[in-house]
């Protein structure tokens, strides 16, 4: 299983994390130190609407030593053209414009199912996207995922909206039940390297980890030494 430490930029700086580590290109320095071989990389400001920081991403994607996976509020085919293009090898398009079938045919078609990742972002097996005008749908995430698998995707990354941030545990059961014949990363409520081991044990393909890691409950070697 991979381990995605998450760093999460709003006002060009690293969110929730303290005055210390709250530069974003030290942050990745700092898990390239710990072995870390992905980071998740999210711009808030563009996830909310509130703006960009592409200054920063572009800096830290010319920096990174590691491969990047980039997400967070990426809806349309020129944000993912301009992330790939910047030097981000994985994009996650996100859970509002994941049921666009064209739209992921057309990215699919041009950039490979390696470089371009799915977000479903689900309540009670709903798709729910955050940060959406519809924040609930009545598109299945089981059923959504199906038809990614069969149009070629290869990576979705699966939220529970309701455990993101909370430090609750993740809902792996959610994550399992999107797992035939995807690699399914799951992301929210990641507290403990119980739940680490957990994911693993679900045969799941990657784990994003972001509150834990700031808030010191566990550090960054540590996770990667328990899903190694």
Aim: aromatic share 2%; with cysteine.
């Amino acid at each position: 299983m991979e381990l995605y430490p998450a760093i999460d930029v709003q006002g060009g700086r690293v969110a929730r994390a303290p005055a210390a580590h709250a530069d974003p290109l030290a942050a990745l320095e700092r898990c390239a130190r710990a072995g870390a071989r992905w980071v998740h990389l999210v711009d808030l400001d563009r996830a909310h609407g509130r703006g960009a920081n592409d200054a920063v991403t572009r800096a830290c994607l010319r920096a990174a030593p590691m491969r990047v996976q980039v997400g967070g509020g990426v809806s349309s085919e020129s944000a993912v053209d301009e992330l790939l293009s910047w030097g981000a090898a994985r994009v996650v398009l996100g859970a509002a414009s994941a049921p666009d079938a064209a739209l992921v045919d057309r990215l699919l078609a041009r950039h490979g199912a390696e470089r371009l990742a799915v977000g479903i972002d689900a309540h009670d097996g709903v798709l729910a996207p955050r940060g959406s005008a519809q924040s609930a749908t009545h598109i299945v995430a089981r059923d959504l995922a199906r038809r990614l698998r069969a149009q070629g995707a290869r990576t979705v990354v699966y939220t529970d909206v309701t455990r993101d941030g909370t430090l609750g545990g993740p809902d792996l059961g959610g994550a399992r039940a999107l797992a035939d014949g995807l690699e399914v990363i799951v992301s929210g409520g990641i507290a403990s390297l119980d739940d680490l081991r957990a994911a693993r044990a679900a045969g799941l393909a990657g784990a994003i980890v972001g509150r834990a890691l700031h808030e010191a409950k566990f550090t960054l070697a540590e996770a990667l030494a328990c899903v190694a």
